[in-house]
């Protein structure tokens, strides 16, 4: 079991720059799946970004070329989420992910760190 804390959310002004963090209770080494995902205000959880053990990332259509996930290099539990040019429609709460199995379905989840965009 490994447990998943995130943080650097905060209010920031529509345009700005967050970088958040996941920062796991132990090595994520061989996990198939590091992401990150948001859950706006009454919706559903939905895709951020999936990094992949085979190299291959995918994002989100409306974050591409604005939002990018990195490994620390340093050390292997945590991993980034680099946000640039927010929009107020991305306030939200953003979770991270990981996963030993091809899909986050019994992956482990952060408790979530608060997004908050403004006009």
């Known amino acids: 079991q490994v447990s998943l804390v995130e943080s650097g959310g905060g209010l920031v002004q529509a345009g700005g720059s967050l970088r958040l963090s996941c920062k796991a209770s132990?090595?994520?080494?061989?996990?198939?799946?590091l992401g990150w995902y948001r859950q706006p205000p009454g919706q559903q959880r939905v895709l951020v970004v999936e990094?992949?053990?085979?190299?291959?990332?995918?994002y989100g259509e409306v974050v591409k070329d604005r939002f990018t996930v990195s490994k620390d290099n340093a050390q292997d539990d945590t991993f980034y989420l680099q946000m640039i040019n927010l929009k107020p429609e991305e306030t939200a709460v953003y979770y991270c992910?990981?996963?030993?199995?091809?899909?986050?379905?019994?992956?482990?989840w952060g408790q979530g760190t608060q997004v908050t965009v403004s006009s």
């Open positions: 992910g990981a996963s030993v199995w091809n899909s986050m379905a019994g992956g482990h």
């Open positions: 132990r090595s994520l080494r061989g996990y198939n799946i």
């Open positions: 990094m992949k053990r085979d190299g291959n990332t995918y």
